[in-house]
């Protein structure tokens, strides 16, 4: 069992950057790949960016590539988002997710789920 609990989000103006954190609990956090995702007001949940269990692979979505980055300290059980040169189309909840396995950018193969956190980009 993970227990998922995100933070960070806020109103923030185009072009600022927003770092957002996740702490899990459970003793086998680092067996999970770890995953972040955004559903913005009447759109889908979609992949944002994910990283393996032990750190060293990760994927991004190509809208976020070189302005966002994810990362994960094992020892401390969290998993964080630096998200850089944020547009208004960044605005949605931002979800960290468990996944037991390998990597996916399917939200319904992922097991764990914290509430969300809220990201809002002004223009």
């Known amino acids: 069992q993970v227990q998922l609990v995100e933070s960070g989000g806020g109103l923030v103006q185009a072009g600022d950057s927003l770092r957002l954190s996740c702490a899990a609990s459970g003793r086998t956090f680092s067996r999970y790949f770890m995953g972040w995702f955004r559903q913005a007001p009447g759109k889908e949940r979609e992949f944002v960016t994910g990283?393996?269990?032990?750190?060293?692979?990760?994927v991004y979505a190509d809208s976020v590539k070189g302005r966002f980055t994810i990362s994960r300290d094992n020892a401390k059980n969290t998993v964080s988002l630096q998200m850089n040169s944020l547009k208004p189309e960044d605005t949605a909840a931002y979800y960290c997710?468990?996944?037991?396995?390998?990597?996916?950018?399917?939200?319904?193969?992922?097991?764990?789920w914290g509430q969300g956190t809220q990201v809002t980009v002004a223009s």
């Open positions: 997710a468990a996944k037991s396995g390998g990597y996916s950018r399917n939200s319904w193969l992922y097991d764990y």
């Open positions: 990283i393996s269990s032990s750190g060293g692979s990760t």
